[in-house]
């Protein structure tokens, strides 16, 4: 498997999110990918006791299985949260069952959903060199482009560096111009 480092524009999104022929584990688990800016390990790893809300929804990523200081919770959307809550209850997961199951009840392999990807973006038109981690590098370039600041996306990403963020992020040549532009325009009276 090639690693991908492209982008799914925000048209592209909804076009997946809205496409009719995807079975029901297979866009929510695209969903909750996308959304939560997850890594594809941290969406086949979840439980469904793993989908907590208190204050927020979130999705409990134990990153050592043993130390609870190291457990981070990544916020999800409201929304999400209620899809995987009914999914779940649709399909009879039990609290400690993977959310993403294959068809033994087993927990979903990363080639199988690699392939799923590939197959889905196929079936919707998509013709790009998509991965897994796609959904991921999407998420935080729409969030930057539409207004988080660059420390927020780092932190939403769980990224120790902010150069590892630049990497993720294709900020729009328009973004740049409108800033530049803005900068400009306060530049020129400032002068005067």
């Not at 022929?21 to 979840?46: N, P």
């Not at 959903?113 to 973006?121: P, T």
């Amino acid at each position: 498997m090639k690693y991908s480092k492209e982008w799914l524009s925000k048209d592209e999104i909804k076009k997946l999110f809205s496409c009719p022929k995807i079975k029901t584990r297979d866009l929510l688990l695209i969903r909750v990918a996308y959304y939560g800016g997850l890594r594809i390990s941290e969406v086949l790893d979840s439980r469904r006791e793993d989908y907590r809300t208190d204050e927020y929804c979130y999705l409990l990523i134990k990153e050592q299985k043993t130390d609870k200081l190291n457990w981070e919770s990544q916020p999800l959307p409201a929304s999400i949260y209620a899809d995987v809550v009914r999914y779940c209850n649709d399909n009879n997961i039990k609290t400690q069952d993977y959310v993403f199951q294959s068809n033994r009840k087993q927990e979903l392999s990363y080639i199988r959903a690699y392939k799923m990807v590939k197959e889905i973006c196929s079936k919707c038109g998509i013709i790009k060199p998509i991965t897994t981690h796609t959904f991921r590098r999407s998420r935080a370039t729409h969030l930057k482009n539409n207004g988080m600041s660059l420390n927020n996306v780092m932190l939403f990403l769980r990224h120790k560096r902010i150069e590892t963020t630049i990497i993720y992020l294709k900020i729009s040549k328009k973004e740049l111009a409108d800033e530049l532009a803005k900068i400009d325009k306060k530049l020129l009276f400032e002068e005067i």
